[in-house]
C-alpha cells in the first residue's frame, strides 16, 4: 500500500484490495517460449502505468516472479498473471494492454478470476470501480464470465467475477489449485503500532520479524517493504506458492489482509484451520472474514465449508457455493465476542456512508441477519 502521508477519517486510505487473475494457455500453433517470465521488468511497469501503481522491488524462484508494489502485489508464473491492488488504483484498466501482450505471447486466455471486498471509501473510487455493475460491465467487454455476490449486503461482503473456459476433465487432470484469504478489519492498536515508523524504525525486515510475519509460512523468502510514514506490504515465496500481506494501520481505517495459494503439501502437519487462526492472532482483528476458493478433488466436504471455530470469535454469516465446475467458494465472517463496531462513532459524527447508518438503525452490537437471496447473489446483466 502507498501511504505517504498520515490519514484522517476524511481521506482514510482504502486498504481493500482489488485482485485480477488470468490464467492462459499456448496457442495451438505457438512457435516459441511463451513465458509471461520472459516480460522483462520495464514491460510490467508499463502495464501497471494503467493501473497507477509503481513497482517497488522484485524477487524470483524457480516457479515464479513476484514484485512488492507501491499498492500492493504482482506475480507472474509462467501462464499466469495474478495483480492486487489497493487504494483508488484502476487495476481493470490492466485488461487490455496485459491481452495484447498475451496475444504477442502467442497466449490465449483459459481462466479469469476478479475479487474483491467492500470498500470502506466507495465514493472516492475511479471508473469502472466506481459500482459492482460497472466492474461486471468492464469485465464482461472481455470475457464471458459472472459476477456473485457473498455475504449479506448490510455488512462485510465479498465480490467475485469468474470466467472458465477449461472443460471439467482439464481441470480434473491439472494440478489442484486454491487460494485462501483472510481480511481484516478495526485491528489492535498496539499490534497495528508497529506498521508506523518512528526514530527507533531499523527495517522492514525486522518488523516482520518481531511482528511475527516471518512466522507464518516458515521457510520462505520474504521481500517486504514498510511505508513512510506508515504502512506495510510483503510478499512471500515458497516453492510454487505465493503468499502476501498488506497493511493499513491508522486506526480509523485499518486494515490487514493476507493471502495466498499454498498446497496442503507445503503446509505439512498445519492445517488451513492452523493458518487462519494463526493469522488471526498475529493481527487481533476486531472482525474479520475468511474466503476459500479451492478445487473439489482436493479437499474433504469439512476442508471445503470451513468449519471453523475461532476461540474469543463468534462466527456471523457463512456462505458457500458449490459451482458446475469442480470448484467450491465459502465465506465465514467472524466478529469478536465483546466487541461493539468502532464505526458507531463514525456515524455519530456523519462520516458514515448511508448502507452503514442503516446498518447501525437497525443494530449497533448485532449482526444483520442475511436472507437466503442475500447470500450468494448471481449478477445477471
Known sequence: ?????????????????????????PMQNASHNTSLRNVSKETWQTILDYVNCKILSA????????????????????????????GTTTLLKVIRPLLALATELQLEVSFVFYSRSKFIFPDKQL????????????????????GYIFGPM?????????????????????KPDQTLEV????????????????????SSKK????????????????????????????????????????????????YVSFETNISPELLGNR????????????????????????????FTENDISLNWEMSGYKTKNKTHMKFDGPYNVT???YEKETTKYKRLDWMKSKLFMKEDVDMFKLSKEESIPSSPGEEAMVLSD
Open 1 to 25: 500500500m502507498l501511504n505517504n502521508q498520515i490519514s484522517t477519517p476524511l481521506d482514510g486510505f482504502e486498504g481493500p484490495e482489488k485482485k485480477l487473475e488470468i490464467e492462459f494457455l
Open 59 to 86: 524477487t524470483r524462484n524457480q516457479h515464479f516472479d513476484s514484485f512488492v508494489l507501491s499498492e500492493s502485489s504482482l506475480f507472474v508464473y509462467d501462464y499466469k498473471f495474478m495483480l492486487k491492488t489497493c
Open 127 to 146: 471508473y469502472p470501480h466506481t459500482n459492482w455493475s460497472h466492474e461486471v460491465e468492464c469485465l464482461d467487454n472481455y470475457f464471458d464470465g459472472t
Open 154 to 174: 448490510k455488512n462485510d461482503h465479498w465480490h467475485m467475477y469468474i470466467c472458465d473456459y477449461r472443460d471439467e476433465e482439464f481441470t480434473l487432470r491439472s
Open 183 to 202: 481480511i481484516m478489519f478495526d485491528l489492535d492498536p498496539t499490534v497495528m503500532k508497529q506498521f508506523f515508523k518512528d526514530k527507533d524504525f531499523v
Open 207 to 254: 518488523t516482520t520479524i518481531s511482528s511475527g510475519i516471518s512466522k507464518l509460512i516458515p521457510g520462505s523468502i520474504i521481500d517486504s517493504y514498510q511505508f513512510d510514514p506508515c504502512g506495510y506490504s510483503m510478499n512471500g515465496l515458497l516453492e510454487n506458492a505465493y503468499w502476501t500481506i498488506h497493511i493499513t494501520p491508522e486506526d480509523h481505517c485499518s
Open 271 to 298: 492445517t488451513y484451520t492452523d493458518l487462519v487462526r494463526d493469522v488471526a492472532r498475529t493481527f487481533k482483528p476486531g472482525r474479520w472474514y475468511a474466503t476459500l476458493f479451492a478445487d473439489d478433488h482436493l
Open 331 to 333: 465465506m465465514v465472517s
